[in-house]
């Protein structure tokens, strides 16, 4: 399918612009890793170092498997889920454990 012509003219204009900001933003990047600038050197000492711990290993698998992870949903939603089931544990109430978990003691002769 044939694009419409307003839309080959108006990419035709934008494509200098794109160059433009393309070539930019190479040569911010190219800067700032090559910068003598000690606050710019201990961020970028700070972002490897975070890359690197071994509490960022976690956080960089789940993103790297779902990038819209959010850890504080992920938090709420495990609090929501868990809290019940902790309560009814501490609280050594087999009626609201029987609640949260169904059949399974049924099956397994948990009384």
């Known amino acids: 399918m044939q694009g419409h012509p307003h839309s ?11 160059t433009t900001w393309q070539e930019f933003t190479e040569d911010v990047h190219y800067r700032f890793e090559i910068s003598d600038n000690s606050v710019v050197q201990k961020f970028q000492d700070f972002c490897e170092n975070m890359i ?5 290993m976690p956080y960089k698998k789940i993103y790297s ?6 850890l504080p949903e992920f938090v709420d ?3 929501e889920v868990i809290r019940p089931v902790l309560e009814a544990y501490f609280k ?6 029987s609640k949260v978990y169904g059949q399974i003691y049924t099956i397994l002769n948990i009384r």
């Open 65 to 70: 498997r779902d990038p819209s992870f959010s």
């Open 77 to 79: 939603e495990v609090q």
């Open 92 to 97: 050594v109430t087999m009626y609201k454990l």
């Open 8 to 18: 080959k003219r108006f990419t035709a204009k934008c494509e200098p612009l794109v």
């Open 52 to 56: 690197e711990s071994p509490a960022a």
